[in-house]
């Protein structure tokens, strides 16, 4: 299948995938709220014209059961909550290659993996994780750790306008910052 939507209609999605693969480019488009849920589906999410969206989404909303879900240039949503939810599955979100926006990413990890590829040095990033002893978080180097459990890159500052803030849960999964 194939859906075209019109660039000049704001839009509130509701993507369900049970099973099989789906490719969705959000290129240009007025997207006020996501929502994406992967069942055993591998679902992928892209930009891939660079253009992101064009006016500013309150949530985007990500539930990954056993299946994947590979978002690309996910600073181009310019969503100011990401909510995340994964089971067994795997969630790539990619920050590394757009632009970037003041964004809240709240996630949640059961037995599932939370890849998050972050942004060369000049973005400020913190991270909050609330972790436990059957679990594995690997974060990059670049990474100091401010306080238990807290840790922000070289360019965190507190007045940082275009921080991204990660606040996550993880039970029995893994969390890899790349």
Known sequence: WKVYLSQSTPYRLDLNYGIGDAFIDL??????NLKVHSGNADVNIDYTSALGNQIKMDTFFVKVDLGSVDIKKMGLSNAKTVIADVGF???TLDYSNSKHTKSNIKASVGAGTLFIKIPEDNVPVIVKINDSVLCRVKLSPNFEEI???TYVNKAYTKESMNLLSFDIDVA???IVFK
């Open 89 to 91: 599955g795997n969630l």
């Open 27 to 32: 290129s240009g488009l007025s997207i006020e």
């Open 172 to 174: 029995l999964g893994s």
């Open 147 to 149: 306080t238990a459990n």
